[in-house]
């Protein structure tokens, strides 16, 4: 958005609208829909590799309530589609308590419209750089007790070595709770990576929070302070999938988005 700019006056795309857009939700805007197909056009798989995003952060949220987890802080939580963070866990475990957290205002408050009425769930604006802050604003929270942390799809929003921002949380954070992230990675198929770097490229141009891809080893280290719960660091897709799923081999979306989940011990 611009500052003259009100959410729904804007005719800058941001990287919720764009998301909302792929996952066919209700508060994008024209400027997000327009970048998502240009993005599209170059890379068909765009749209697929957002489905898996949230399918992921569905079952690892599930997987989390089922270990006893009853506090979830999500940040870059994104507009609210069906399945929500406190849909999932609340269907598991009733009382389960989560904070949305998200730079975008527009998403904000969006966020608490729907979540009006639900007192074990709140959306804050914040950002994920600030550790501290966002901490000391996580009132809903009990810190003295485990969290699950979510941190999906939000760090390839930063440029840079992101793991000592991840080590802050880990350090506010109590032996027992879990670190759950999915991050765009680099294609090894030649053929893929240079149509990434295409969608890169024009995604980048256009909406202002740009988009950093990193190389498996560099997401592996975000979890160095954790023990990586089985199956470890893998495609998104290959996390806990549901029950029959068998890989596609002509899938090439799934190779772009790696997932696990780390215990704090
Ligand atoms: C791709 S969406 C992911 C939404 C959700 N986590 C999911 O996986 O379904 C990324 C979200 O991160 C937010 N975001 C980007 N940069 C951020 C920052 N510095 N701090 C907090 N949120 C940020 C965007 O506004 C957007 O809503």
């Given at each position: ?48 590799v957002a489905r898996y995003n949230r399918d992921f952060l569905q079952r690892a949220v599930r997987w989390m309530t089922e270990q006893g987890i009853r506090q979830f802080l999500d940040i870059g939580s994104g507009y609210p589609v069906a399945g929500n963070v406190h849909e999932i866990a609340q269907r598991y475990a009733r009382g389960a308590r989560v904070l949305y957290v998200d730079l975008d205002p527009d ?159």
């Amino acid at each position: 958005m611009t500052p003259h700019e009100t959410p729904n006056q804007r005719t800058t795309a941001t990287a919720a609208g764009v998301y909302d857009w792929y996952l066919n939700g209700h508060h994008h805007l024209p400027c997000d829909a327009e970048v998502a197909i240009a993005a599209q056009k170059l890379f068909p798989l765009a749209g697929r590799v957002a489905r898996y995003n949230r399918d992921f952060l569905q079952r690892a949220v599930r997987w989390m309530t089922e270990q006893g987890i009853r506090q979830f802080l999500d940040i870059g939580s994104g507009y609210p589609v069906a399945g929500n963070v406190h849909e999932i866990a609340q269907r598991y475990a009733r009382g389960a308590r989560v904070l949305y957290v998200d730079l975008d205002p527009d998403t904000v408050t969006v966020s608490n419209q729907l979540l009006a009425g639900s007192p074990d769930a709140a959306c804050v604006r914040g950002d994920v750089r600030e550790p501290e802050d966002i901490l000391a604003r996580a009132e809903l929270l009990d810190l003295t007790k485990p969290v699950g942390l979510l941190l999906v799809s939000v760090l390839p929003f930063l440029p840079g070595d992101v793991s000592p921002l991840v080590r802050r949380y880990l350090a506010r954070l109590v032996p027992g709770s879990y670190l759950a992230l999915t991050h765009v990675t680099t294609a090894d198929d030649e053929r893929i990576r240079r149509r990434q770097e295409d969608v890169e490229q024009t995604y980048n141009a256009r909406v202002r929070q740009n988009v950093h891809f990193r190389a498996r080893d560099e997401v592996a280290e975000l979890f160095a302070d954790t023990e990586l719960v089985p199956p470890g660091l893998v495609l998104a897709t290959d996390w806990h999938p549901p029950r029959g799923y068998r890989p596609d081999p002509d899938d090439e979306a799934n190779q772009l988005l790696v997932g696990a989940v780390g215990r704090l011990t």
